[in-house]
């Protein structure tokens, strides 16, 4: 049975719920399944002053902890076109696991989640993939074997790169029941591949 360790960082709880959902995936398909976020590190009077969602049920995860598992899916809002600088500050953590190559040969996933349509997701999940390679994880994303990527009826999030979602300038706009659907896909799809390759 693999294990799969959901890793996010959400400043108003728009990936956190994305981050269930990929669990809820990975969970159906028989993986032992943890959620972590990563600390905030914003200074406290931005986090007041922004209105960051700062109450969650999921522990901190400290970067020992990526060990542990076969797994890793990562879920960042979109700053400027990267990952936040809370979780970049958590890969930044990582050199001594890094230097021992605890990571290599485990499966690395991304989703994320932007204001507008064209907002940077993709690209947001790409410097994600980056650290991935430097660790030696092997990236998984969202194949079209989702149709619901393929869905032009309405504005959805979703692309081969992962899952995501759009929260709107001013975060009004909560994931939808396609782009839900996608992390379950991935969540899913990451932990049956995990599954092949450890059991």
């Given at each position: 049975m693999?294990?799969?360790?959901?890793?996010?960082?959400?400043?108003?709880?728009?990936?956190?719920?994305?981050?269930?959902?990929v669990?809820?995936?990975?969970?159906?398909?028989?993986?032992t399944?943890?959620?972590?976020?990563?600390p905030?590190t914003?200074?406290?009077?931005?986090?007041?002053?922004?209105?960051?969602?700062t109450?969650?049920?999921?522990?901190?995860?400290?970067?020992?902890?990526l060990?542990?598992?076969?797994?890793i899916?990562?879920?960042?809002?979109?700053?400027?076109?990267?990952?936040?600088?809370?979780?970049?500050?958590?890969?930044?953590?990582?050199?001594?696991?890094?230097?021992q190559?605890k990571?290599?040969?485990?499966?690395?996933g991304?989703?994320?989640?932007?204001?507008?349509?064209?907002?940077?997701?993709?690209?947001?999940?790409?410097?994600?993939?980056?650290?991935?390679?430097?660790?030696?994880?092997?990236?998984?994303?969202?194949?079209?074997?989702?149709?619901?990527?393929?869905?032009?009826?309405?504005?959805?999030?979703?692309?081969?790169?992962?899952?995501t979602?759009?929260?709107?300038g001013?975060?009004?706009?909560?994931?939808?029941?396609?782009?839900?659907?996608?992390?379950?896909?991935?969540?899913k799809?990451?932990?049956?591949?995990?599954?092949?390759?450890?059991?």
């Amino acid at each position: 049975m693999a294990k799969v360790l959901v890793l996010y960082y959400s400043s108003y709880g728009h990936i956190e719920t994305m981050a269930k959902a990929v669990a809820e995936g990975a969970a159906s398909a028989g993986a032992t399944v943890d959620i972590k976020r990563v600390p905030e590190t914003a200074p406290p009077e931005v986090v007041a002053a922004a209105y960051f969602k700062t109450d969650s049920e999921h522990p901190v995860a400290q970067p020992d902890d990526l060990v542990g598992y076969d797994a890793i899916i990562v879920g960042t809002p979109t700053r400027y076109g990267n990952m936040s600088s809370q979780l970049s500050t958590f890969w930044d953590r990582t050199g001594g696991i890094w230097l021992q190559g605890k990571l290599i040969g485990k499966v690395g996933g991304a989703f994320s989640s932007s204001a507008t349509q064209h907002g940077g997701n993709e690209a947001t999940i790409l410097s994600l993939h980056k650290v991935f390679l430097h660790h030696g994880l092997m990236i998984v994303g969202l194949p079209y074997s989702f149709q619901g990527q393929m869905d032009n009826s309405e504005v959805a999030g979703g692309s081969p790169y992962g899952a995501t979602t759009i929260a709107n300038g001013d975060g009004s706009r909560q994931p939808s029941q396609i782009e839900l659907d996608g992390a379950r896909f991935q969540g899913k799809h990451i932990a049956e591949i995990a599954t092949k390759l450890f059991g």
